[in-house]
């Protein structure tokens, strides 16, 4: 049982780059996530899924989008990066039901760096 | 809006002293209210959790936490601190019926020092 996998681990782009970002879960959640986190601002919602084939926009979702074709997979794309989008990347999931939904089960991050 | 707010960025505790984590919400309505760990270089781990009932929960690793209502406040806190506590902590609140979506705080740094 891996829990929650993130591709690749760090990752170095130039502007105007794109490229994908690939979060997995083996524990039949329904809903996931994508946080950014940068220093000083804690994580701040990038976009989410309730679902397979669904996705929502979170708090900060300009310049990203995001697909869930399989319940197990969220992708995060960057179409052309930005100096901006230099960040740390955290996907996360979560059961559907009732509270359980706000316990959420992080992956170990990407680094990615825009230069 | 819900907002979550950690006072304290940086704090440095003596092993084996207690430590004591501030964090205040804005939110209309009760609140789910979180607590989770992040150890260098990796992902965040959740330590306790408050829905409703008891205002004083327990945790993973000897960490507990009180919801005051009145003070709009919910902080950690651990009696004894060892090395390993060493991280940063992330205060979150959730609204019922969002999802699970979370706002986070900014976080407080926690050094142990021997």
């Known amino acids: 049982n891996a829990g929650v996998t993130q591709t690749p681990k760090f990752r170095v782009l130039k502007t105007g780059q794109s490229m994908t970002l690939l979060c997995a879960q083996d524990?039949?959640?329904?809903?996931m996530y994508w946080y950014r986190q940068d220093p000083g601002m804690g994580l701040r919602l990038i976009h989410y899924?309730?679902?397979?084939?669904?996705?929502a926009k979170g708090e900060v979702p300009d310049g990203y989008n995001v697909s869930r074709l399989k319940k197990q997979n969220f992708l995060l794309g960057l179409e052309s990066a930005a100096p901006s989008q230099t960040s740390v990347y955290f996907c996360?999931?979560?059961?559907?039901?009732?509270?359980?939904?706000?316990?959420?089960?992080f992956g170990p991050g990407t680094r990615l760096t825009v230069t | 809006a819900q907002s979550v707010t950690q006072p304290d960025i940086h704090i440095t505790v003596s092993e084996g002293a207690s430590l004591e984590l501030r964090c205040n919400y804005s939110?209309?309505?009760?609140?789910?209210l979180f607590w989770y760990v992040q150890s260098p270089g990796q992902g965040l781990q959740l330590l306790l959790k408050?829905?409703?009932?008891?205002?004083l929960v327990q945790g993973i690793k000897g960490f507990e936490a009180e919801f005051k209502r009145s003070q709009s406040s919910f902080n950690l806190r651990k009696p004894s601190v060892h090395w390993s506590d060493a991280a940063e902590y992330f205060c979150?609140?959730?609204?019922?019926?969002?999802?699970?979506?979370?706002?986070f705080g900014a976080g407080t740094q926690v050094v142990v020092t021997p």
């Open positions: 996360a999931s979560s059961y559907s039901w009732d509270r359980s939904s706000y316990e959420q089960y």
């Open positions: 524990m039949n959640h329904e809903y």
């Open positions: 899924s309730v679902g397979e084939g669904t996705t």
């Open positions: 939110y209309g309505a009760t609140p789910y």
């Open positions: 408050y829905f409703s009932g008891d205002t």
């Open positions: 979150a609140v959730g609204a019922a019926d969002s999802w699970g979506k979370l706002q």
